[in-house]
């Protein structure tokens, strides 16, 4: 299904006439439902769109990628269509990971890049992430999108030249970097958008390396291409331990994020792996600064302190990281859904794949297994990452309510993405979600009986702001 393109011809009169669905334009991208919400006609607006705000900046050309997904190939075609009407000129790498497209911005003569992808989603769901002049293109600058629909776009015709980055991206990963003892790794690519580049890499690795699910289908047929879920790491962990590896990887849909299996099938999860990618970077950078978002355990950023580095807390979000990275000198930053971005020796873009020949390079020179690194980190009682129902505007809605009414009574928070409320025995947080229709929550406190008091606070805000919650 797909809408018919509208042009008037009018001189002088608006371009476009096309409304892109409520729901499409987020915070960080665009992503709506194949079919349904996002359709091929969208694309090629959010080209005219995109090549509008890139020829504002003087840019002439720009880089498209797009990942594995069944509607990729459809939704590509016709962006790449409103980027050559807008007057670019596109590279069009074909199928890769979004931080391979991140990484063309640098190598190639290009302005932007453009992705086309549907990330960590269902199959049925789809949509891009957008970069201009190696800086996140977010926000306000989306949610201008329909507004641009009423103006007269700017036309030209430009041209694609197909390019093939992936040698020179697997070069890259690994540059300058020489391994140390040699690892079994389980590697799992979730048939995602790594998978060809992942059976490249594994050449450039010393070790013993085992390949699960490397084959690139749009229909996910092992699990969903979250590795924020525990349910589909699954697999993983089997193999692991079956295999006796020291560790197993997992990406999700395009490559920009990573979960990690220590060699006791453990799940480190990523304020976990930030922890440890910090430790390292501070016996090189002392007082180093590093990020993490306001989900990361209250023991990451009091070990950061002790350790002589500089915990800075912040808003959830790839396009929100990057952009704190500019600004405060960070060399280092991560969330807990799995994006990393290092300064130190690269570019400071979320790259899953980089960030996994980090730790296995780390590993590699280490004395310790990561599974005795595990078992070093602090481990408070906490919730994993919570996702409530929320649609509309109520998610957003939500957390400002339940902050006034905590004002009111004199709690402490922080508010810098919904509200992180201290409690004597640990903290809650309740942010809206800006990629799903959900509220977010996470429980952390000292003790497992401090825990269940957290718990029980959360659920009774939520209550009062009528909605009914079990942890169970």
Not at 130 to 145: H, N, R, T, Y
Not at 218 to 232: C, I, Q, R, V
Not at 400 to 414: H, T, V
Request: hydrophobic share 40%.
């Amino acid at each position: 299904m797909q809408n018919s393109l509208s042009i008037a011809s009018e001189a002088g009169s608006p371009l476009a006439v096309h409304a892109f669905h409520p729901t499409i334009l987020r915070e960080y991208d665009i992503r709506g439902v194949y079919g349904q919400t996002l359709l091929d006609d969208d694309a090629y607006w959010i080209g005219r769109c995109f090549g509008h705000c890139v020829g504002k900046k003087k840019g002439k050309a720009i880089a498209v990628c797009r990942d594995g997904r069944l509607s990729s190939p459809q939704l590509c075609a016709a962006l790449i269509k409103g980027l050559c009407e807008a007057g670019l000129d596109v590279y069009d790498l074909g199928v890769g990971p979004t931080p391979m497209l991140y990484f063309s911005e640098y190598v190639l003569p290009v302005d932007g890049a453009i992705m086309v992808t549907g990330s960590h989603n269902p199959p049925t769901h789809n949509g891009f992430k957008m970069s201009l002049g190696c800086k996140p293109f977010f926000g306000e600058d989306i949610q201008a999108f329909s507004q641009l629909l009423e103006d007269k776009l700017g036309e030209g015709q430009g041209q694609v030249y197909k390019s093939e980055l992936c040698s020179s991206y697997v070069d890259r990963l690994v540059q300058d970097l020489q391994f140390g003892k040699e690892l079994t790794i389980a590697w799992d690519p979730g048939h995602g958008a790594t998978a060809h580049v992942l059976k490249s890499l594994i050449y450039k690795i010393p070790g013993h390396h085992i390949l699960l699910n490397a084959e690139i289908d749009g229909t996910f047929p092992a699990h969903s291409p979250d590795p924020s879920e525990p349910k589909n790491l699954v697999q993983l962990q089997k193999t692991v331990l079956n295999e006796k590896c020291d560790l197993g990887i997992a990406f999700d849909g395009d490559g920009d994020r990573l979960a990690a299996i220590d060699g006791k099938g453990n799940i480190l999860w990523g304020d976990q792996l930030l922890l440890l990618f910090a430790t390292d970077l501070l016996k090189r950078i002392p007082n180093a600064q590093v990020i993490a978002d306001v989900k990361a355990s209250q023991g990451f950023f009091d070990t950061i302190s002790c350790l002589g580095g500089k915990a800075i807390m912040w808003k959830t979000g790839h396009s929100h990281i990057k952009s704190k990275m500019a600004e405060s000198g960070a060399m280092l930053a991560g969330e807990m859904s799995g994006h990393f971005f290092f300064k130190e020796g690269y570019y400071g873009f979320d790259d899953g794949m980089y960030a996994a020949v980090r730790l296995v390079l780390m590993l590699s020179h280490g004395t310790e297994s990561l599974a005795d690194l595990y078992q070093r980190l602090p481990h408070l009682p906490s919730t994993p990452e919570i996702r409530i129902p929320c649609e509309g505007e109520r998610k957003f809605k939500i957390p400002l309510e339940i902050k006034y009414r905590l004002q009111q009574q004199g709690y402490s928070f922080i508010d810098i993405d919904g509200i992180r409320v201290r409690l004597p025995e640990g903290w809650w947080l309740l942010r809206s979600s800006h990629t799903q229709d959900v509220l977010v929550a996470r429980c952390e406190a000292f003790t497992l009986s401090g825990l269940d008091n957290v718990k029980q606070h959360l659920k009774d805000e939520l209550a009062k702001a009528n909605i009914v919650w079990s942890f169970d």
